[in-house]
Nanobody, 125 residues
Framework: VQLQASGGGLVQAGGSLRLSCSAS????????MAWFRQAPGKEREFVAG????????SYGDSMKARFTISRDGAKNTLYLQMNSLEPEDTAVYYC???????????????????WGQGTQVTVSS
């Protein structure tokens, strides 16, 4: 297993969670890493992405002011801090890597070659 997501759980609306994605050294060294989410009956949705080639991460429209993506290369870990959670944020959250030598963040899940198993986030109203 190259990516392992954790940190999901049940939280009330307005609460916070921090997701972690532990990666093999080879995977976390991917320049572009991202978080996606998928709710039942819906397509996988881009949440946030980070690239080693640019200082500014990219976020989905509804997450920009509430979520923060970051990475710790020394710990081989990708993070997603989620604040002001809403019931609409309920989904399985996946971490993903684009692969070596790719520096541009993609908002499409088809642009990613490495995937974790997902962690469930449930936000109650």
């Amino acid at each position: 297993v190259q990516l392992q997501a954790s940190g999901g759980g049940l939280v009330q609306a307005g609460g916070s969670l921090r997701l972690s994605c532990s990666a093999s050294e080879r995977t976390i060294s991917n320049c572009v890493m991202a978080w996606f989410r998928q709710a039942p009956g819906k397509e996988r949705e881009f949440v946030a992405g980070i690239s080693c080639s640019g200082p500014t991460p990219s976020y989905g429209d509804s997450m920009k002011a509430r979520f923060t993506i970051s990475r710790d290369g020394a710990k081989n870990t990708l993070y997603l801090q989620m604040n002001s959670l809403e019931p609409e944020d309920t989904a399985v959250y996946y971490c993903a890597g684009r692969g070596p030598s790719i520096t541009v963040i993609s908002r499409s899940s088809r642009g990613y070659n490495y995937w974790g198993q997902g962690t469930q986030v449930t936000v109650s109203s």
